[in-house]
């Protein structure tokens, strides 16, 4: 069964930095796709950031410029770099996957931008 596992979400201030990563397992096959989404309270799941197996990027305005999506295929993991936090960026962070055509999604990680 396939997973997705991230790490690095927690408590930050404005301006600072946090780095995602997820990591798939249960599968030989890499996913397709690996990206971001994000969950504020009383807010509908957004996209964030995607990439590809080829490493092509797509990334949600608010966060151009300030986010960066990553992945190493060989470790079957994405990463995502924030930098310059905002406290609208206040969210659950989940990793998706698309692998042989079904969607995969972890757990989520919390994402906390205040002073």
């Known amino acids: 069964q396939v997973r997705l596992v991230e790490s690095g979400g927690g408590l930050v201030q404005p301006g600072g930095s946090l780095r995602l990563s997820c990591a798939a397992s249960?599968?030989?096959?890499?996913?397709?796709?690996m990206g971001w989404y994000r969950q504020a309270p009383g807010k509908q799941r957004e996209l964030v950031a995607t990439?590809?197996?080829?490493?092509?990027?797509n990334y949600t305005d608010s966060v151009k410029g300030r986010f960066t999506i990553s992945r190493d295929n060989a470790r079957y993991t994405v990463y995502l770099q924030m930098n310059s936090l905002k406290p609208e960026d206040t969210a659950v962070y989940y990793c998706?996957?698309?692998?042989?055509?079904?969607?995969?999604w972890g757990q989520g990680t919390q994402v906390t931008v205040s002073s």
């Open positions: 998706w996957g698309l692998v042989a055509g079904i969607d995969y």
């Open positions: 249960g599968t030989i096959f890499r996913p397709n796709v």
């Open positions: 990439v590809t197996l080829a490493g092509i990027t």
